[in-house]
């Protein structure tokens, strides 16, 4: 019987460990390459983006995250989310892949598949409201008529590099 206890308690700390290792693996894995990369064409992209209108530049569409704050604190779930988001909501826009330089979507894939391996899928964000909150009005002011049919995507393109600016911060600080 305690021989018993002694490897389930084995395997208890092993499979604890794994999944503590794996929480702190998304620092390491994300390469530097990858996110100048995105940097640099991010940059590029928002320079193409054509003017913005007085009304969009008076909101902010992303919610006021920060890395080191305890109200409002980002981590790597919540990151992998807003990717998703900008995935499916922005990046699928026709209107930003005439402008995409035809290498940002593989940078985007490569950061979103090692966001999938490095986050675990189980878990669910304490943000997931906000972030739904969020695609709605990117997809509201997406779907509008005329000149407007596509600001969502263009504003939320502007923003992107808060994204990246919090990405970097939590690469660089090594918090999971």
Same mark, same amino acid.
């Given at each position: 019987?305690?021989?018993?206890?002694?490897?389930?308690?084995?395997?208890?700390?092993?499979?604890?460990?794994? +999944?503590?290792?794996?929480?702190?693996? *998304?620092?390491?894995?994300?390469?530097?390459?990858?996110?100048?990369?995105?940097?640099?064409?991010?940059?590029?992209?928002?320079?193409?983006?054509?003017?913005?209108?007085?009304?969009?530049?008076?909101?902010?569409?992303?919610?006021?995250? *920060?890395?080191? *704050?305890?109200?409002?604190?980002?981590?790597?779930?919540?990151?992998?989310?807003?990717?998703?988001?900008?995935?499916?909501?922005?990046? +699928?826009?026709?209107?930003?892949?005439?402008?995409?330089?035809?290498?940002?979507? $593989?940078?985007?894939?490569?950061?979103?598949?090692?966001?999938?391996? *490095?986050?675990?899928?189980?878990?669910?964000?304490?943000?997931?409201?906000?972030?739904?909150?969020?695609?709605?009005?990117?997809?509201?002011?997406?779907?509008?008529?005329?000149?407007?049919?596509? $600001?969502?995507?263009?504003?939320?393109?502007?923003?992107?590099?808060?994204?990246?600016?919090?990405?970097?911060?939590?690469?660089?600080?090594?918090?999971?």
């Amino acid at each position: 019987m305690p021989l018993l206890l002694i490897r389930l308690s084995a395997v208890v700390l092993l499979v604890s460990l794994v +999944s503590a290792q794996q929480r702190l693996t *998304c620092p390491q894995d994300i390469h530097t390459g990858l996110m100048r990369d995105l940097w640099k064409h991010t940059r590029l992209l928002i320079n193409r983006l054509p003017t913005e209108n007085h009304f969009s530049r008076r909101f902010r569409l992303l919610p006021n995250f *920060c890395v080191k *704050c305890q109200e409002h604190a980002i981590g790597w779930l919540e990151i992998r989310e807003l990717i998703n988001i900008y995935q499916r909501s922005v990046f +699928s826009s026709e209107v930003i892949q005439k402008l995409l330089h035809p290498h940002y979507n $593989d940078l985007m894939y490569g950061l979103q598949h090692t966001l999938r391996h *490095c986050v675990s899928s189980s878990e669910s964000s304490k943000y997931s409201k906000i972030m739904k909150k969020l695609e709605k009005r990117i997809n509201k002011r997406r779907n509008g008529e005329g000149d407007e049919g596509d $600001d969502g995507a263009l504003k939320a393109i502007r923003e992107f590099t808060y994204i990246l600016r919090w990405i970097n911060e939590l690469t660089h600080h090594h918090m999971p």
